[in-house]
């Protein structure tokens, strides 16, 4: 009897050693497989790929923004020069024209960008512009979500978002661009 | 009945558990060897310029990298010092480009393809030329979403 009870209590139990060594191994697959690294960036639509150049002259110029990036990065918008910290608040006052100026966009319906660059321009440059003419536009739809459902864009429901962005739509042109300036090639 | 019963409660088998940290060793072993670990190993320079209007990017199974950068000094002497495109862990050149989204456009199940984004992460000091070349290559093999990868900057 005595040596039964023994063996009921020896079956019974779980040899607890190996317990230690199945967490750690869970723990480190789990630190590698996982990457901390989140990859954050500007989203962008590319147009589809044609042949043909589209062809933004046969719009009304006062609807175009055109913005133009030379190869030593210097900027020129409609014809002046401008420093990259205006690009915002004039794209924002071009799109939403408030004093309905005749030289502005129409509506921010018919606003177009239209964006050229050297094949010589650094891409940092490149990019600082499109993120300014990108906060404009952001920015415009904020205060646009604000005013009609007082809240911020980011809040906002998917149809509340579809109604601004149709009504704020970026649109944006990119010509082939230039090859005046030097490339990196040393 | 009870004849059988008690014959089974009393030869319950012991069972060693000295092999199992072997077992274990060998599941991990067979993960460590199975499991890709993580992004390419970078042969070209990388450093992303600053921006504010960031989009985060969700669904890493849906997202392709494309890196331009010069070459690191390790690989100078094989790919020179002009900013180069790299795939996967190949430095590639822009006709690769259909080859190398075709590839990991199969391994996404067919509703999750429109969702594909490429990621581009491009040195910030790269001149517009070979980031122009690969952005036709993009338009002409139909993939669209495209995320310019950038650091976050403090307004």
Not at chain 1, 39 to 64: A, F, Q
Not at chain 1, 85 to 110: C, H, M, V, W, Y
Not at chain 1, 123 to 152: H, I, S
Not at chain 1, 170 to 186: K, M, Q, W, Y
Request: aromatic share 8%.
């Amino acid at each position: 009897m005595a040596r039964k009870s023994s063996k009921e209590r020896l079956s019974n139990e779980i040899n607890a050693g190996s317990m230690a060594d199945i967490a750690f191994l869970l723990l480190i697959f789990f630190l590698v497989t996982t990457t901390i690294v989140e990859d954050k960036g500007i989203l962008v639509k590319l147009p589809p790929w044609s042949e043909e150049e589209p062809d933004i002259t046969r719009l009304k110029e006062r609807n175009v923004f055109s913005v133009l990036v030379n190869a030593s990065n210097q900027l020129l918008v409609r014809g002046q020069p401008m420093r990259i910290g205006e690009l915002k608040e004039r794209t924002k006052e071009f799109i939403s024209n408030p004093q309905r100026r005749e030289d502005l966009a129409e509506t921010p319906k018919k606003a177009i960008i239209s964006l050229k660059n050297d094949r010589g321009t650094n891409y940092k440059t490149y990019l600082e512009v499109y993120n300014e003419l990108q906060a404009a536009y952001n920015e415009l739809r904020n205060e646009e979500a604000l005013k009609r459902f007082g809240k911020e864009y980011e809040f906002c429901n998917n149809q509340q978002r579809a109604a601004i962005r149709a009504d704020i739509p970026l649109i944006l042109s990119e010509a082939e661009p230039t090859a005046f300036g030097e490339e990196s090639t040393e | 009945m009870s004849k059988f019963a008690k014959k089974r409660g009393k030869s319950s088998p012991k069972i060693s558990t000295a092999s199992l940290p072997d077992i274990i060793f060998m599941l991990l072993f067979f993960f460590m060897v199975v499991t890709v670990l993580r992004d390419a190993e970078l042969k070209v320079a990388v450093n992303t310029p600053q921006a504010t209007e960031l989009t985060k990017l969700e669904k890493k199974s849906l997202v392709n990298y494309l890196y331009i950068g010069r070459p690191v000094k390790r690989f100078q002497s094989l790919y020179g010092t002009k900013p180069r495109l790299q795939l996967g862990d190949k430095i590639s050149n822009v006709h690769d480009i259909p080859l190398f989204l075709e590839k990991h456009r199969v391994k996404v199940s067919e509703n999750q393809r429109p969702g594909i984004t490429s990621s581009l992460r491009i040195d910030g000091q790269v001149t517009m030329g070979i980031v122009q070349d690969v952005k036709t290559e993009l338009r002409k093999s139909g993939q669209l979403k495209v995320n310019y990868s950038a650091k976050p900057r403090a307004n």
